[in-house]
């Protein structure tokens, strides 16, 4: 059964006024017909962007596109064996040149090779060719190269792949599935990726039994439109058809021979993604405390491809600086000190903030029985029902992420446990799923981090007060400050001035009964965020973040004291310090798809904390407020 897929995302706001580049694309083209083409375009000043080789080494077919413009010396290269074809790629590497396309067909032993190196510095790039699995060169989650191009030859039964990579710098997000599982696989796919806001396919790698390997990337090229499983006629009737707009194609390939070759093509508004530009807005402190934090922040999220922060410090409730970053192309928002971030695990402040309001009004201790007062008298564990608030709020109750399964991104399994996913589990399924279970260790004999502490305090909090969880904290503990839930449904966020990014999905947790994953921000982590929202599920800005933490503890219980407390997730990364200088600051990152693990305690300890915790560092417009000044 025939098989096609055509996705246009289309935007109002057009990439480039400008008139559309000189584009030129050929395909069916013989070797002598495409040696012409190629002579002809590069003396007449083009370029190529893409490069197909398809068919057999017999009967050898090209398709390719061009752009008049300038740019790097480019040579190339044509049916060429693999023994010519290393020759040339190593004395075209030994001459600094790079590889950037890479194209084989036939059967693996005599497989015909096309390739196109330029004189560019890329950084550090790898090409192999006859890799039985592509993962052996470039696994999909290797972040430190990006896919320039990739090509499937041989047959089904000894299939071989050449794929090339180059240095990721800049920190740049792309996915790459190298087994989709025919075309309903490839759809689902494709489906599950284009979810990620602003992302879009930057390659379609066609193979000889139809099968797709596609590329996507989250830069942009302004209007796009993608279509596969073309024959040639209907690849010239679209190619026509968008040259009467504003697309012109960037990325095209063949495969198969004469009457069942099928092309897979990408038109948009420009093959080179737009240059980001760094932007900042906020309030100003002393100048050179202000360059220097500004500074500090944009190498920062330079190197991390950041492109949406804040921060923001403040004393006793004050706002003394608050700086808004953005490292961003046109299409997203320039981030403002108002703008709202997801929080993560920050949330849990607010939660201890409210446990310390309904201690201090007698309506709870620290010492209270959680299970006793919501009703729950069996436990498969019977010391589970010994739990105190005091033991929830130090992480001390028996739950060790390192043991068991983190029950906050569980939702899916709960659902299936009590309703066969029939519905998403509640925040009173997941209580009542951990009653199943047996502890971890001992409440009160140690302590291990856990979001399941806060998720129950918050359904504790809820049923003493007889209301909503928010609506609570609005009345009680917020004192106007702007925090709300950050909703789990795409469809919240399709207006959201910051988008919180992360490459990777999973499947849907407030939809247990589909296999469509969505992007971990919107469910695909396995959590709620309605339901995990005291624990990691609000949102707020760096300067209400910073407002907060000079009245309520960082970290632990009660009013404001010295420390620190961070949350994290794939598409989100916030910290918060309150200094002994008597200074709290926050920061909040739209992600953190960060180049290593390390990159946010180097932020916050090594970068930003010195600025603020030294009395030596602090600038005049600071000394009053610094501790030994």
């Not at 790698?205 to 990337?217: G, S």
């Not at 220097?292 to 330079?302: E, G, P, T, V, Y």
């Amino acid at each position: 059964m025939q098989y096609r897929l055509v996705v246009a995302l289309l935007n109002v706001c057009f990439l480039y006024a400008a008139a559309q580049p000189d584009v030129q694309t050929y395909f069916n083209l013989d070797e002598a017909a495409h040696a012409t083409k190629t002579q002809t375009l590069q003396s007449s000043g083009y370029r190529i962007i893409s490069l197909s080789s398809y068919g057999t080494p017999a009967d050898i077919k090209y398709a390719a596109v061009w752009v008049k413009r300038e740019g790097n010396h480019q040579v190339m290269i044509s049916s060429a064996d693999i023994k010519t074809y290393k020759k040339w790629l190593a004395k075209g590497k030994s001459r600094g040149y790079a590889s950037t396309h890479v194209s084989a067909t036939g059967p693996a032993k005599e497989a015909v090779f096309a390739g196109v190196m330029e004189k560019a510095d890329v950084g550090k790039w790898s090409q192999e060719c006859g890799l039985a699995k592509p993962e052996k060169l470039h696994p999909a989650r290797d972040f430190s190269r990006v896919v320039k191009d990739f090509s499937t030859y041989g047959t089904p039964n000894n299939r071989r792949y050449c794929v090339l990579v180059h240095e990721n710098m800049g920190n740049a997000k792309e996915t790459i599935f190298y087994n989709t599982n025919g075309p309903e696989g490839f759809a689902a796919i494709y489906k599950s990726e284009l979810k990620k806001p602003i992302w879009r396919p930057a390659h379609l790698f066609v193979a000889d039994d139809k099968r797709i390997i596609p590329h996507f990337a989250d830069d942009w090229v302004g209007e796009w439109k993608a279509a596969t499983d073309l024959t040639a006629d209907e690849l010239d009737a679209e190619i026509k058809l968008q040259q009467q707009g504003r697309l012109r194609p960037i990325h095209l390939d063949g495969a198969g021979t004469e009457k069942d070759t099928r092309f897979a093509v990408i038109f948009a508004e420009t093959d080179v993604p737009e240059a980001r530009k760094w932007t900042v807005t906020g309030k100003q402190g002393e100048q050179a405390m202000t360059e220097r934090l500004d500074s500090i922040m944009q190498a920062w999220m330079k190197k991390n491809g950041v492109r949406q922060a804040q921060f923001a410090a403040a004393v006793q409730g004050e706002i003394i600086l608050e700086r808004s970053y953005t490292w961003a192309e046109s299409n997203r928002a320039i981030v403002e000190p108002d703008d709202i971030f997801f929080v993560v695990s920050l949330s849990k402040m607010f939660t201890h903030a409210a446990v310390y309001n309904l201690i201090q009004a007698g309506k709870l201790d620290y010492s209270t029985r959680v299970y006793d007062v919501l009703g729950y008298k069996q436990a498969k564990d019977p010391r589970a029902l010994s739990t105190t608030v005091s033991q929830l709020l130090d992480h001390s109750a028996g739950f060790d992420r390192s043991i068991s399964p983190d029950i906050g991104f569980q939702f899916r399994r709960v659902s299936e446990f009590f309703h066969n996913n029939k519905r998403p589990a509640n925040l009173r399924d997941m209580i009542e799923f951990q009653l199943t279970k047996t502890l971890d260790f001992k409440p009160g004999s140690r302590s291990s981090y856990s979001n399941y502490g806060t998720m129950l305090l918050g359904y504790l909090i809820t049923n003493i007060t007889e209301q909503p969880y928010m609506d609570f904290l609005k009345e009680n503990v917020l004192e106007g400050l702007d925090v709300r839930i950050y909703e789990t449904a795409a469809e919240k966020h399709v207006n959201d001035r910051i988008v919180q990014e992360t490459r990777f999905s999973g499947l849907d947790a407030t939809h247990p009964e589909s296999l469509q994953k969505v992007p971990y921000i919107f469910g695909g982590d396995g959590s709620i965020k309605e339901e995990v929202a005291p624990s990691f599920g609000l949102a707020a800005s760096a300067s209400t973040i910073a407002r907060f933490i000079g009245k309520h503890a960082v970290w632990g219980t009660g009013e404001r004291e010295v420390g620190n407390r961070q949350g994290g997730l794939p598409a989100a990364r916030a910290m918060a310090v309150s200094e002994a200088s008597g200074i709290d600051w926050a920061v909040t990152i739209n992600t953190q798809d960060f180049v290593t693990d390390k990159e946010t305690t180097v932020l916050r300890d090594r970068l930003l904390k010195p600025l603020f915790s030294e009395p030596k560092s602090c600038f005049s417009w600071l000394r009053k407020f610094c501790a030994g000044v």
